[in-house]
Nanobody, 121 residues
Framework: VQLQASGGGLVQAGGSLRLSCAAS????????VGWFRQAPGKEREFVAA????????YYADSVKGRFTISKDNAKNTVYLQMSSLKPEDTAVYYC???????????????WGQGTLVTVSS
């Protein structure tokens, strides 16, 4: 499955953005989809993930209550709605697909190219 992330941009602190992860090649119905981010000079970290089918969703503590995963079956697309953004949310955001729903980067085999989110103070 090929993934294309989009929707990043510059936003002021307290603002919102919605990232999209469009899949092609295969339906996401057999995958877990995760969002990860990498800030300048830092390791890539887990943000959120859920199974395409089912309701279990994982969020990093740093984004819980502010970020929400959703999906559009018809468009084979997963979204990350980000609200109450903080400067520390500034990073390149990646979507990824894997067969297991985990918070572990290495469990995800298919990665999109990343989209930059910059939050100004």
């Amino acid at each position: 499955v090929q993934l294309q992330a989009s929707g990043g941009g510059l936003v002021q602190a307290g603002g919102s953005l919605r990232l999209s992860c469009a899949a092609s090649g295969r339906t996401l119905s057999r995958y877990a989809v995760g969002w990860f981010r990498q800030a300048p000079g830092k390791e890539r970290e887990f943000v959120a993930a859920n199974y395409w089918t089912g309701t279990t969703t994982y969020y990093a503590d740093s984004v819980k209550g502010r970020f929400t995963i959703s999906k559009d079956n018809a468009k084979n697309t997963v979204y990350l709605q980000m609200s109450s953004l903080k400067p520390e949310d500034t990073a390149v955001y990646y979507c990824a697909a894997g067969v297991r729903l985990t918070r572990i980067i290495q469990d995800y085999d298919n990665w999109g190219q990343g989209t930059l989110v910059t939050v100004s103070s």
